[in-house]
């Protein structure tokens, strides 16, 4: 079975674009979450999507948004990039069984870098 | 406010000693808990969770609710335990809460 799959590996864009990262994930998994992963921040939750939905969401301003297409695949979206938003970002997918926690498999992240 | 702390950002031992990576937890509700390791060039991976109750390549993780601590041992460290180690809270809402890591060195 693939493993989660991120485009892409590795992204440069300067202050005040836009970016679009896609997350594919486990074929048969139904929740995509995102997390960025900083050095001074570590690893923070963004949001996570299930269904096509947006279930749960992190501290992060509304520069960063993400949607879930009905073939379970994700994107998200920065808005207005700063210098801060440079981090890996990752995306994780899990069966999301109801009454249970499923383990959640994450992909190798996109490397964005914001000059 | 949730809060995961990992005290040791580095931990460095010799091969075959004991190790115990420390995990604080201050969280709302009954959570469940997660370590997760990520070896070097490789993706972040579930170690090993409470419920399980499981012992994963050798590690254990004791959940102490009274001290909300879930610190994850080994006792007889292997240089291929050299890794990050993340304690991570999480629960239905699939919202994971990570520690911000402790490196693992282990030494030949």
């Known amino acids: 079975k693939a493993g989660v799959t991120q485009t892409p590996r590795y992204l440069i864009k300067t202050r005040g674009q836009q970016v679009t990262l896609s997350c594919s994930p486990i074929?048969?998994?139904?929740?995509v979450s995102w997390y960025q992963q900083t050095p001074g921040q570590g690893l923070q939750f963004l949001f996570e999507y299930f269904s096509e939905t947006q279930r749960n969401k992190g501290n992060f301003p509304g520069r960063f948004s993400g949607r879930q297409f009905s073939n379970s695949r994700s994107e998200m979206n920065v808005s207005t990039l700063e210098l801060g938003d440079s981090a890996l970002y990752l995306c994780a997918s899990s069966l999301r069984t109801s009454g249970q926690y499923n383990e959640q498999f994450f992909g190798p992240g996109t490397r964005l870098t914001v000059l | 406010a949730q809060r995961v702390t990992q005290p040791e950002k580095l931990l460095s031992v010799f091969k075959g000693a004991p190790v115990e990576l420390k995990c604080n937890y201050s969280?709302?509700?009954?959570?469940?808990l997660f370590w997760y390791v990520q070896y070097s060039r490789q993706r972040l991976q579930l170690l090993l969770r409470?419920?399980s109750r499981e012992s994963i390549k050798g590690f254990t993780a004791d959940l102490n609710k009274g001290e909300t601590s879930f610190h994850l041992k080994k006792p007889f460290a292997q240089e291929e335990d050299s890794a990050m180690y993340y304690c991570a809270p999480g629960d239905s809402s699939y919202k994971l809460i990570f520690g911000s890591g402790t490196r693992l060195l282990v030494r030949p």
């Open positions: 074929s048969g998994h139904r929740s």
């Open positions: 409470h419920i």
């Open positions: 969280y709302s509700g009954s959570p469940e």
